[in-house]
T-cell receptor, first 115, second 113 residues
Framework: DSGVTQTPKHLITATGQRVTLRCSPR?????VYWYQQSLDQGLQFLIQ???????AKGNILERFSAQQFPDLHSELNLSSLELGDSALYFC??????????????FGEGSRLTVL | GQQLNQSPQSMFIQEGEDVSMNCTSS?????WLWYKQDPGEGPVLLIA?????ELTSNGRLTAQFGITRKDSFLNISASIPSDVGIYFC?????????????FGKGTKLSVKP
């Protein structure tokens, strides 16, 4: 158990819909990262937050947005969903003093299926 | 963009055999990491390397950060059934996008008891 909690574990929805994925980082971790894992693209970095502020952005679509709340949990919002958005979405966190090291603790992921 | 080329894509080995996999890039990196992902789980960090030439062990696992800073390998000795999973190399540079860990496509390891 990494200590990172993600909900829901599975989600099935239709094209055009909007979903919200939730993540609670490990206790004490200030930084949260979102990754998308698909069969053809592998693990792709989406976005990072540190203590409530956006820190880095990867290949995140404009239809996707995220935020980190004062209690440090984070949400990833996916809207106008397309079939190609079906993937595993991982949240990860890192210790405050290991942010630049690449040492991440991943949750178990949220599997999104868009029909 | 920057890419990590991981090989082999998959391996089928007998329990007790040693395993070797590697990761190469045309870009130079400051950090190489190896993660393992079990089915239905998120990736778990196995080994992190921060200096060119560094050789680090974690139990039966050994990894090295290539001298050119463009490659890394991971060896697993005396494999056991619980070594089954997908192994990912990952890399990043300091000073760039801090969260931007780049991952290889993975090596899927199957172990026959």
């Amino acid at each position: 158990d990494s200590g990172v909690t993600q909900t829901p574990k599975h989600l099935i929805t239709a094209t055009g819909q909007r979903v919200t994925l939730r993540c609670s980082p490990r206790s004490g971790d200030l930084s949260v990262y979102w990754y998308q894992q698909s069969l053809d693209q592998g693990l792709q970095f989406l976005i990072q937050y540190y203590n409530g502020e956006e820190r880095a952005k990867g290949n995140i679509l404009e239809r996707f947005s995220a935020q980190q709340f004062p209690d440090l949990h984070s949400e990833l919002n996916l809207s106008s969903l397309e079939l190609g958005d079906s993937a595993l979405y991982f949240c990860a966190s890192s210790a405050w003093d290991r942010i630049n090291t690449g040492e991440l603790f991943f949750g178990e992921g949220s599997r999104l299926t868009v029909l | 963009g920057q890419q990590l080329n991981q090989s082999p894509q998959s391996m089928f080995i007998q329990e007790g055999e040693d395993v070797s996999m590697n990761c190469t890039s045309s870009s130079i990196f400051n950090t190489w990491l190896w993660y393992k992902q079990d089915p239905g789980e998120g990736p778990v960090l196995l080994i992190a390397l921060y200096k060119a030439g560094e050789l680090t062990s974690n139990g039966r696992l050994t990894a090295q950060f290539g001298i050119t800073r463009k490659d890394s390998f991971l060896n697993i000795s005396a494999s056991i059934p619980s070594d089954v999973g997908i192994y990912f190399c990952a890399s990043q540079n300091y000073g760039g996008s801090q969260g931007n860990l780049i991952f290889g496509k993975g090596t899927k390891l199957s172990v026959k008891p």
